[in-house]
Nanobody
Framework: QVQLVESGGGLVQPGESLRLSCAASGSISSIAVMRWYRQAPGKQRDLLAQIANDGSTMYVDSVKGRFTISRDNAKNTVYLQMNSVKSEDTAVYYC?????????WGQGTQVTVSS
């Protein structure tokens, strides 16, 4: 089992930056890939970025160049650095772990971009 806890969400103004964190615990060694998703009200949950165990990363076009996924293995934490945020980035952000034991989700953290 893997437990994930997101943090760092909040209210930010357009153009500002925000860093989300996802702390993992449990069967850390079983995790192959960590991902960030977001879900806006009334919309589906969309993949944003992922980081694999070898450090390789992937981004969807909508956030490429603005968001950066990274990890600190010593802290068992994955981050999502969000720069130049826009109103359309308003959503609940979730981290997900794809592990040999299954797929796991955090509870989500709300990000609201508004002036």
């Amino acid at each position: 089992q893997v437990q994930l806890v997101e943090s760092g969400g909040g209210l930010v103004q357009p153009g500002e930056s925000l860093r989300l964190s996802c702390a993992a615990s449990g069967s850390i060694s079983s995790i192959a890939v960590m991902r960030w998703y977001r879900q806006a009200p009334g919309k589906q949950r969309d993949l944003l970025a992922q980081i694999a165990n070898d450090g390789s990363t992937m981004y969807v076009d909508s956030v490429k160049g603005r968001f950066t996924i990274s990890r600190d293995n010593a802290k068992n934490t994955v981050y999502l650095q969000m720069n130049s945020v826009k109103s359309e980035d308003t959503a609940v952000y979730y981290c997900s772990a794809i592990a040999t034991t299954g797929r796991y989700w955090g509870q989500g953290t709300q990000v609201t971009v508004s002036s």
